[in-house]
């Protein structure tokens, strides 16, 4: 599973969520940005990268186009209405592993040894961890390590826009909750999750390029380096690639058909993995009927 796991937990939770369509080899002048066309409505579909660092800033002047155009923002999340006390509480709580039970019982003797020294090269003391369940663990390092090298939540993209569109007075919404996003990572079996925290352990130290690598396809429209990156390894697990991607984009397919019914102009920012590669959200919706083209 290699980066694949370690970097969906980051793209789905609190780091980087990147949208694909068809893979194309062309760059465009800035992030991929699809139209899907309705009789009296146009939908822009948007991937987002959850965290920045200040040096992506300014944003390519397509999505202030596309921010200029919506009356509304559709995000994963309806963004205006988290409550970051309440969300930490939830993600605590569903995080925290039962009683009678602890982290280093869920590793094992050697797995926890093995992680405890390779936490600890990172300046994370993982005993501090030992309440939480393994996917806790990974996404808790992940994130420290993701700050540590200047990607920050408060400077992700759906968190600026959110921002921007509230103080615009559009109005905000979202296609699912965040109870939701964290089950789909409490859900995972115990082996998984303790494979997703020896994997982001063990590849601590390519974090800082695949980003760059990751971020730099985003921001010139290169949804092929975003589709290989991303996507290459899912094939060896493909349960994991139906709950987190197939299953999901089903569903917002549906939501959005919905809202393609209306007579308004929105913008929908979702994870780049989305929009891309087996089961994509853009193919979906042309199977439904749905005119989908790329700016």
Known sequence: ???????????????????????????????????????????????????LRESDYPLPDNIARAMERAECLVFELDMDDLDPVMSQTLFQNLGRVPDGTSLPEILGADNYAVASGKSRELGIELDLLSEFKPWFAALTIMNLQLMRLGFVPQLGLDQQLAAAAVSAGKE???????????????????????????????EADLLENQMGLLVG????????????????????????????????????ANQLIEMGNGDRECLVVVGALHLVGKGSLIDLLRDKGAQVVRW
């Open 1 to 51: 599973m290699k980066q694949t796991l370690r970097l969906v937990a980051a793209f789905l939770v609190a780091a980087v969520s990147l949208g694909f369509g068809q893979p194309q080899a062309r760059a465009a002048d800035g992030p991929a940005i699809w139209e899907m066309r309705g009789p009296s409505s146009n939908i822009m579909l948007l991937g987002s990268v959850h965290l």
């Open 172 to 202: 905000v919404t979202g296609l699912e909750t965040l109870e939701f996003q964290i089950e789909l990572f409490d859900g995972m079996p115990d082996p998984v999750q303790v494979q997703l925290l020896m994997q982001t352990l063990h």
């Open 217 to 252: 396809a985003w921001r010139d429209g290169k949804t092929d380096v975003l589709a290989r990156e991303l996507g290459r390894n899912f094939s060896e697990y493909p349960e994991l690639y139906r709950s987190l991607v197939t299953e999901r984009n089903a569903s917002w």
